[in-house]
């Protein structure tokens, strides 16, 4: 599909409680998606409805409808009782704090958490999914603070989604944060009666969770292939040997074969500098494996996730007609590989660095000590590598495995958590640092590139091209810092990640992640 036809697509989307893919949640963030629920889907959450029904009509205690939840699980309410009590549990749990989750996240876990319902095993009713859909059809994105969840059900953070279908909390409606209620009304709605379960249902789960890791997730697929782009920039610059891209293709895995292609194709159709050492540095010569393993670790990441997207993580659930106690809530499948991938980025970030030292170090191919311009006074660039060793030390910080931590609250009872939000938020720091490494390499290596007269074409093409519209060749030593962050803005634009896929797509990261569809 052409870079830019996808915004006009209004196509509406079935939810079925089958998993999401990341084009589905990209157009459901953009609310591009109509969102309709699938009527077998519909017709299986009002029979689990029913087993939840006749489970209190038989004076069944069911957690968290009949009774308290955690330490108060004991607690039963009577029938007097159950509507001060469905409506104050949601309430209880509006405790997050601190910035709000972007409106695209929300309306993605809004999304993700409706999906969840109409896996007909939660034993909600039907007119809690169709309050969810209703948020989202008028674009009603409640302000979820992002401080709030351990990672076994973001009860801090779906309290405040559930807080604004009782008209508590706060929303974002036609561009203004307003009161709740005023939002709801603004869009034509009311607040909802939270039905026994309900209430429940609409804080204990870890769709937020799950939905700022499919956004982190992307933008890291993102932000590894610029790095890529940057790093056959300066192996260009340093006139690195091509031959381990072709190696590859017959002792490498799929992904790094892949990879290896990836960077031969667009080392062709330019006066690519012939290979000055029979033997690379390792940094040059592993770029396929590094980054074959980078992107595996992030696409295993995003089929763990986008198969929770499919599954309910409900405490109790509704099964052949029982409502049984489930430990659901805990999401360390997605926990686990997100912080496998978090390693997967310091690698990359370490290759991106040591590339950054050996384009100042100079020698190869003549070039001089940090690349000051042959005939000028300069510095140069050696103090701005010392950037570069900050930013991989700043990925490296956040591999620090915290899923394992210890935790026990609720009388005894929650005495395991994922972590998974926090675990998300460092992910999204180690981003943040690979995007301005990128930027910083691909000024190093355009000024080689300009000390050495290349011309370069494909993908370095491009990266060059993008230099020189932020920074001009470096001849005498001024102030880089503004520089590099306006390089590091255009390069981690959506344009630019259009003209890379445009131009030579790695279909295994691209479509699986749905790059080029707005981020």
């Known amino acids: ?31 591009r998606a109509p969102l309709v629920p699938d009527p077998d889907a ?36 009577s029938q007097d009782e159950m509507d001060a009590f469905n409506i104050g549990l949601v309430r209880a749990h509006h405790f997050g704090t601190g910035e709000p989750f972007s409106r695209h996240i929300v309306r993605m876990a809004m999304a993700i958490r409706t999906n969840m319902l109409l896996t007909g095993k939660v034993g909600c009713t039907p007119s809690l999914v169709s309050a969810y859909l209703d948020l989202l059809e008028r674009d009603v994105v409640p302000v979820v603070r992002r401080t709030g969840s351990i990672g076994c059900a973001d009860i801090g953070l779906m309290g405040q989604i559930g807080a604004v279908l009782t008209g508590a909390g706060e929303a974002f409606f036609d561009g203004e944060r307003l009161p709740a209620d005023h939002a709801l009304a603004a869009a034509g709605l009311a607040p909802v009666h939270l039905a026994a379960r309900d209430s429940l249902a609409s804080v204990s789960t870890n769709a937020v969770g799950y939905a700022a890791a499919a ?23 340093l006139g690195a040997s091509r031959d381990p891209w072709k190696a590859v293709a017959y002792a490498g895995t799929e992904g790094e074969s892949r990879i290896g292609a990836w960077l031969y194709f667009n080392a062709r159709g330019w006066d690519w500098p012939n290979a000055t050492q ?31 997207t499919g599954r309910t993580d409900d405490n109790p659930v509704v099964a052949n007609g029982q409502v049984l106690t489930s430990g659901g809530s805990l999401p360390l499948d997605v926990t686990l590989f997100i912080q496998a991938a978090q390693l997967g980025l310091a690698h990359v970030a370490r290759n991106s660095f040591n ?31 010392k950037l570069a060793g900050e930013l991989f030390a700043r990925v490296l910080s956040m591999t620090a495995p915290i899923s394992a931590n210890s935790m026990v609250v609720a009388d005894g009872m929650e005495d395991e958590a994922a972590f998974l939000p926090l675990v998300v938020e460092r992910f999204e720091r180690q981003i943040l640092a690979l995007q301005r490494l990128a930027a910083l390499e691909a000024m190093l290596a355009a000024q080689a590139m300009d000390i050495s007269g290349d011309q370069p ?55 699986f992640f749905a790059l080029g569809e707005g981020l």
């Open 42 to 77: 519909l017709a299986a959450v009002a029979h689990s409805r029913q087993a939840i029904e006749n489970a209190i009509a038989a004076g069944q205690p069911v957690y968290g409808a009949t009774t308290g939840v955690g330490a108060m699980k004991d607690i039963a309410w």
């Open 278 to 308: 029979i033997q690379d540095p390792l940094s040059l010569r592993m770029m396929s494996q590094v980054f074959g393993t980078g992107f595996e670790a992030l696409r295993v990441a995003g089929r763990t996730l986008l198969a929770a």
């Open 457 to 511: 074409g494909n993908v370095p093409g491009m990266v060059y091209a993008r230099v020189r519209n932020c920074s001009k060749t470096y001849t005498v030593d001024r102030p880089l810092s503004s520089e590099v962050e306006d390089l590091e803005e255009s390069l981690g634009s959506e344009d630019f990640l259009g003209e890379l896929i445009s131009h030579s797509t790695i279909e295994e990261v691209d479509e």
């Open 1 to 31: 599909m052409p870079a830019g036809t996808h915004r006009q697509d209004r196509t509406p989307l079935s939810l079925s409680g089958g998993p999401l893919s990341f084009a589905d949640l990209a157009r459901i963030a953009q609310h």
């Open 355 to 385: 590339r950054c030292v050996l384009l100042g170090n100079g020698g190869r191919r003549d070039l001089p000590v940090n690349l000051v311009f042959p005939g000028h006074v300069a510095t140069g660039f050696g103090p701005a590598i």
């Open 215 to 237: 956004d982190a997730l992307r933008r890291a697929a993102a932000s590894v292939r610029v790095l890529l782009a940057t790093a056959i920039t300066t192996a260009g610059a």
